[in-house]
């Protein structure tokens, strides 16, 4: 298929899941609570708060905390893979245009495609392995006796580690996500903009809290 008609597709598969994610920004700073992304950063923060205000929840706090980065390493390790597949077989693409003794690289928009999915796939993987070095560090301050003077010292630095924690985690997945859409439009340019539409009015039921839940404080 001719780039005249492979190059606009791929822009507007890029430019929706871009929009989106701008557009979800701007919700975010105007009305934060509407948005499930703040609500839960909030419940793991109070969570955090409720654990650390009654002793004898250690072990249950370093309990959750371990599903939560096992989860984070999961996707860490799925996106790993993907990045590794997805490198090697763009790897004759990148090499016939980086080669090119005719003069500047040529390149074509199925590169750039494969290009911004191995951008996704390394942003997946840097974000899913930083919400496991947070959570890790969660883990050590939830393993403190409540009430003790370490447990003291570390609980602003615990709030803080679980929401960037949560968030990155968050970022991770999202990544992992908006691969569908590239690839499809790496299969067939004009799949990727019908893809990204579809991934865009899924991950909005996800992003925006139901109406019937309780507005938070």
Request: net charge positive.
């Amino acid at each position: 298929m001719s780039d005249l008609l492979t190059w606009p597709a791929a822009l507007v598969t890029v430019a929706l899941l871009v929009g989106y994610e701008l557009a979800l920004l701007v919700e975010q700073r105007r009305r934060p609570a509407r948005l499930g992304r703040s609500a839960h950063a909030t419940l793991r923060q109070e969570w955090f708060a409720a654990v650390s205000a009654h002793p004898g929840s250690e072990i249950l706090a370093v309990q959750t905390l371990r599903n939560s980065l096992m989860s984070a390493t999961m996707t860490a390790s799925t996106a790993l893979l993907a990045l590794i597949g997805a490198a090697t077989l763009s790897a004759p693409s990148l090499h016939a245009s980086f080669s090119d003794t005719a003069g500047l690289p040529y390149l074509s928009a199925r590169l750039a495609l494969e290009l911004v999915l191995i951008a996704l796939l390394f942003a997946s993987i840097v974000s899913s392995a930083m919400a496991v070095r947070f959570y890790n560090h969660v883990g050590f301050i939830c393993g403190m006796p409540v009430g003790s003077d370490a447990r003291q010292h570390w609980t602003t630095a615990g709030t803080r580690y679980v929401r960037r924690a949560g968030i990155l985690y968050s970022w991770g997945l999202r990544h992992l996500i908006f691969v569908a859409p590239i690839l499809a439009s790496i299969v067939h340019p004009l799949a990727g903009p019908p893809a990204a539409i579809i991934i865009i009015v899924v991950m909005y039921g996800f992003d925006h809290r139901g109406v019937d839940e309780p507005p938070l404080p």
